[in-house]
């Protein structure tokens, strides 16, 4: 399973750091993403981080303010989140990708003044 | 940035089967975009149904199978129930990019 913390209620221009902590499968193997989901929208791919930490790539909406980064001997990966602006407000799910494809429950982060 | 279309809602018959599909505004899809198929239920987080196009994980039941269709990724849903009711993603690889699809609201009435 992959469990989520580090949601919260933020000052637009603030910062905040998710975390993803994964058990019962093998971590360091996979392709790791966020994806977030606004009130009542569609999901929307944010990150994605290779099996180890290699290759990181964002979707134009966060590139810059945002930063994915894993550590695998903690079997964690995080989401630095930086200027902060009320549009990032969603939930934010971690994913494994491929023959894991396991979702994380999700962490609210709201961006407001 | 690509965009990647669903239906935006379909209705199935329990017990029927229904096919959603998922196009790309680049052209075909295709085994290079590793199309993946997710299912969301009203206040839960999305499970993973599909990846690389068909395989199932674990917990998929038999009744849904993917494919490509057409130039479009597929999935199809043979023996609906009413557990199946929900929103379904796809989701499509363009290089260093991933697009989520807007989802279909598929009715099992």
């Known amino acids: 399973q992959l469990v989520q913390s580090g949601g919260g209620l933020v000052q637009p221009g603030g910062s905040l750091r998710l975390s993803c902590v994964a058990s019962g499968f093998t971590f360091s193997t996979d392709s790791l993403y966020w994806v977030r989901q606004g009130p009542g929208k569609g999901l929307v791919w944010v990150s994605r981080?290779?099996?180890?930490?290699?290759?990181?790539n964002y979707a134009d909406s966060v590139k810059g303010r945002f930063a994915v980064s894993r550590d695998n001997a903690k079997n964690t990966m995080y989401l630095q989140m930086n200027s902060l602006r009320v549009e990032d407000t969603a939930v934010y799910y971690c994913?494994?990708?491929?023959?894991?494809?396991?979702w994380g429950q999700g962490t609210l982060v709201t961006v407001s003044s | 940035q690509a965009v990647v279309t669903q239906e935006s809602s379909l209705t199935v018959s329990p017990g029927g089967t229904v096919t959603l599909t998922c196009g790309s505004s680049t052209g075909d899809v295709t085994s290079g975009h590793y199309p993946y198929w997710f299912q969301q239920k009203p206040g839960q987080a999305p499970r993973t149904l599909i990846y690389?196009?068909?395989n199932r994980l674990s917990w998929t039941p038999a009744r849904f199978s993917g494919s490509l269709l057409g130039g479009r990724a597929a999935l199809t849903l043979s023996g609906a129930q009413p557990d199946d009711e929900a929103d379904y993603y796809c989701f499509l690889f363009y290089g260093a990019a991933r697009v989520f699809g807007g989802g279909t609201k598929l009715t099992v009435l």
């Open positions: 994913l494994s990708s491929g023959s894991s494809g396991i």
């Open positions: 981080i290779t099996n180890n930490g290699g290759v990181t």
């Open positions: 690389d196009i068909s």
